[in-house]
């Protein structure tokens, strides 16, 4: 099954900017989906951005027209270009994938990101 590894978290100013990298074990552009999943403290995992097989984007309301997803083939790496953060975006970030539709989705160990001045 896929493995991912996460990095690129960090503590960041509000308005800054920073970006997130999960490399998978298996080529990406295979993976039925892959993408990002957050947990704020206290709350729930939440959906940030996602990308299908077939190249289609899912993002979270509140990160649409900031945070930019996509696949690096060449590296078998997925980015998460994070603009414009606010202090709500504070959370551990989880990189996910999905081998194929009857696989269980994995995840990676997480990256931590805090916005604050």
């Known amino acids: 099954q896929v493995q991912l590894v996460e990095s690129g978290g960090g503590l960041v100013q509000p308005g800054g900017s920073l970006t997130l990298s999960c490399v998978s074990s298996?080529?990406?552009?295979?993976?039925?989906?892959i993408g990002w999943f957050r947990q704020p403290p206290g709350n729930q995992r939440e959906l940030v951005a996602r990308?299908?097989?077939?190249?289609?984007?899912t993002y979270g309301d509140s990160v649409k027209g900031r945070f930019t997803i996509f696949r690096d083939s060449a590296k078998n790496t997925l980015i998460l270009q994070m603009n414009d953060l606010e202090p709500e975006d504070t959370a551990r970030y989880y990189c996910?994938?999905?081998?194929?539709?009857?696989?269980?989705?994995?995840w990676g160990q997480g990256t931590q990101v805090t916005v604050s001045s």
């Open positions: 996910t994938a999905k081998s194929g539709p009857l696989e269980e989705p994995r």
């Open positions: 298996e080529t990406i552009i295979s993976l039925d989906y």
């Open positions: 990308i299908t097989r077939g190249g289609s984007t």
